[in-house]
Structure formats: C-alpha cells, structure tokens
C-alpha cells in the first residue's frame, strides 16, 4: 500500500491512515497511537490498554530450587502482578528468597511457614538491549574462566556461586523480555532470540559443574581440559564476528561447529571417564547462532 504526503501549514507533512485498519482497530478522532521510528520505517500501532491486575495461586510440592525457579519465571514471563505460594517445608521460602534477587521488580510482602506472597512492584524500564546482551556475555566469559579454574584443580561444592552468576543472566534477560514484549513483536524478536540465546550459555556451563560435582571423579583429564578451551575460544571468537558483522561470520560458525563436534564425538569414543561431560560441551557448541539467519 503506498500514500503520499500531504503538507500541511509551513512545514508538517501528514499523511492519512487506511480506513480499513481504522475500523478494524475501532479508532476514532483524537485517539492515541503509538510511532516507533527506525532509520527509514516509522510503524504505527494502537495504544495498549493497560491491563487489569492479574494473580495466580501455586503449591510447592517439594523445596527445591529448580521447581520454584520454574513457577516464578513462568509468572514473571505471563506478567502476573501478584504470587501466592503455598508450601509444607519451610525451608522453601529461602530458595525463594534467593531466586527473588535474581527477578527484577518483584517483592515478597508476605510470609509465614507456609505460604508467602510475592507483587510486581515496578514497570519495565527502559533498557539498552546491546548493552544488556554485553552484560550476559561478560557474565559467561567469567563463569567459562571460573568453572576452568575447579575443573582443573578438582574445586567442588562451588555451585552456588555459580547459580549466582547464572541467575543473574537470567535475570538480564527476563529484564529484556519485558522491555521487549510491549514493543512490536517482529521488531523485538530478533533482539530477544539473541539475549535468550547466549543467558542458555551461563546454564550449560553451569550444567557442566554440576554434572562434575555431582560425580565421584576428582578431576578431569588434561585432554578434556584443552577440548574445553577450544569451546571457550570458539565462544570468543563468535562474539567478536558477530559484533563486527564479520562477513565470514557464517563460514567460521558451520566450520568451527562442525570440527569441535567431531572433537567430542572422538573424546567420547575413547571412553575417559569424564566423557559424561562432552555433552555440555555440544550444548554451548551447538548454541552459537547467527542471529540474522537464526542458525542455531
């Protein structure tokens, strides 16, 4: 559909809107739009109505961190304003506790041994997304840089600083989510898929000590250790392509992916017993994307 401007007065130009998008979206002389301006593309679209506040009711059936987080994320992402837990340990209420940190604007004003209550105090504010998707991959290259450090010594029981940091990635990116979502979807999506994609690094890395810690090795071998550098290198080398749009940034993904598979499928056929391991390493390594060409 084309329109041509209009001018009006000395200098405005105007131009008139569809009468069939008019009608379809019920507007009428004097109502609001919204205009989001790009360098050659203005889209206009309806004002949101704010919407009514909304609460939701969940029992805890066990304390457990991964089942909490879960709940929260899930009400964080459907924007719930109000959380009721309901709980028979008590010793839930310090996961949820730790895991409210990592959420930003929502608060506990409520708890007892049982049940706690949880409000969205704040808004979304208005937020950077490069600068957000820089934080979340400054965050990986430490906990890449930190998990080296236990793997190589035999360190365990390190997980919840590792959580720590994972968790704050999470948190970046439910940041950015909800930043994004009252933007146009087809003009958001690209920019989420990028900070969601990279927040999955922090959780396969941490996934990887994990499995470790979890395991009765005490350290791995120097062979799994010089694979993992690779990876990390890998990492790296991806981020600083895709920053400079690098045309070569396509070649060097497929290339670089495809040799560090091989790479694992050959640790895992030797049989070394931290081979459990690799399939973390498959993770991140299959987690680089480009996000123009949405490769993952």
Known sequence: MERKLVKQG???LMISLPKTWIDNNSLNSGDPLNLNTFSDRVIISKKRILKKKTSKSFLIKNADYNEIREILEKSVREDIQKIELQFKDPSS?????????SINGYEMFEESETHCLIE???NPIEIDVDKTLNKIINITKCE?????SYLEKGQKNRLEELRDMRDGAWKYRNMTYSFLKEKLLFNSFDEYFRVHIFEYNCSFAYWLYRSFNNSKIKKVSPEFLKLYSEVVDYFA???TKMKKNSPDYINYIMEAR???LNRCEEYISSGREDAFLVIYLGMLIQNIHNPKSLIV
């Open 120 to 122: 969205k105090v704040s």
């Open 93 to 101: 209420i310090y996961f949820i506790q730790l895991i409210l940190k």
């Open 144 to 148: 890449f840089i930190i998990i080296k």
């Open 237 to 239: 080398k991806s981020v």
């Open 10 to 12: 000395q200098s405005t």
């Open 258 to 260: 495809n040799y560090l």
